[in-house]
């Protein structure tokens, strides 16, 4: 795990905390006693080859797989805990490995941000204000109508990650965001990150 300086990330607070966590496939031992720390408003990375648990981790730390030992805490709660689920869900954007795994294929380009941002709570003005500026950001406002089936590798990601911060998260979990994807777009979504994170400081990304 590697973790980049960041002057703004404020001091002394977590936005999650692994402790001894244990996750099996069957026979299978993907995560072994993990314990981790990542601090808020920083960007981190988890290094490793295929098959050693980083997917498992991320899913875990997300609440989409369901924890067999040990002990998850994001944003200061416990993942598990219904209340706090409840209380966290919309601060937490997750974007699954896989192109456009988090997509609709058949729907457009805004009728998926439209789509996640309903689901997310989000007024009409509000939505169309954030697609709006998100599109912008991304270089997708042309292709509004576009079916997502239609994208190229490189977009149907942007259109991922745009649809991950619809709701402006305060933890932004990406599994593997470029894999599969050319050079050039690999570069234009993490300098996309990398803007994003300038306006938005206190975000954590890992």
Not at 158 to 177: M, N, R, S, V
Request: proline fraction near 7%; aromatic fraction near 4%; hydrophobic fraction near 40%.
């Amino acid at each position: 795990m590697s973790t980049g300086p960041d002057n703004a990330r404020p001091k002394g607070r977590s936005a999650a905390e692994l402790h001894a966590l244990t996750h099996r496939y069957g026979a299978k031992l993907a995560l072994d006693g993990v314990t981790l720390s990542i601090p808020a408003g920083c960007m981190a990375g988890l290094i490793g080859p295929d098959g050693v648990g980083k997917s498992t981790l991320l899913g875990l730390l997300a609440g989409v797989r369901r924890i067999q030992s040990g002990s998850v805490t994001v944003l200061g709660g416990d993942i598990e805990n219904p209340a706090h689920r409840s209380q966290c869900h919309t601060r937490i954007a997750y974007m699954p490995q896989g192109l456009g795994k988090n997509l609709y294929p058949t729907l457009s380009v805004v009728e998926n941000l439209d789509f996640f941002g309903r689901l997310f709570g989000l007024g009409p003005t509000a939505r169309k204000e954030r697609i709006a500026e998100l599109l912008g950001a991304t270089g997708l406002a042309p292709f509004p109508d576009r079916a997502v089936g239609a994208l190229s590798g490189g977009m149907k990601q942007k259109l991922g990650l745009c649809c991950a911060l619809i709701h402006d998260p305060d933890l932004l979990i990406l599994d593997e965001p470029t894999t599969g994807v050319d050079p050039l777009s690999r570069r234009q979504f993490w300098e996309l990150i990398g803007t994003i994170r300038a306006r938005r400081p206190q975000m954590s990304v890992l």
